[in-house]
């Protein structure tokens, strides 16, 4: 499975960006997409996931504000992200496995996501 990340960039306090990731390769086995993000000097950390059915799950840090959606038939998970703090700026990585509960097994490159005050 691949996945390519596109998206990232600079923005201003306040402000929004979206996320794509688009997955390819045997995705049959695909059920949950979602993104990390590691701050630095920090551990890398869950933002959001999202199962094929649309059960979603959100870092309390980001509830309210990012929104993670999926097209199936596009094999496409996406992350709006509103309001955007400094302490949202990390490199965002896509990610993909079998469940929720589990943790990721494919991973996409990092798109950078800087925020400025």
């Known amino acids: 499975v691949q996945l390519q990340a596109s998206g990232g960039g600079l923005v201003q306090a306040g402000g929004s960006l979206r996320l794509s990731c688009a997955a390819s390769g045997h995705i049959f086995s695909i059920n949950a997409m979602g993104w990390h993000r590691q701050a630095p000097g920090k551990q890398r950390e869950l933002v959001a996931s999202?199962?094929?059915?649309?059960?979603?799950n959100y870092a309390d840090s980001v509830k309210g504000r990012f929104t993670i959606s999926r097209d199936n038939a596009k094999n496409t998970v996406y992350l709006q992200m509103n309001s955007l703090k400094p302490d949202d700026t990390a490199v965002y990585y896509c990610?993909?496995?079998?469940?929720?509960?589990?943790?990721?097994?494919?991973w996409g490159q990092g798109t950078l996501v800087t925020v400025s005050s």
């Open positions: 990610n993909a496995g079998f469940s929720l509960v589990t943790a990721p097994r494919y």
């Open positions: 999202i199962s094929s059915g649309g059960i979603t």
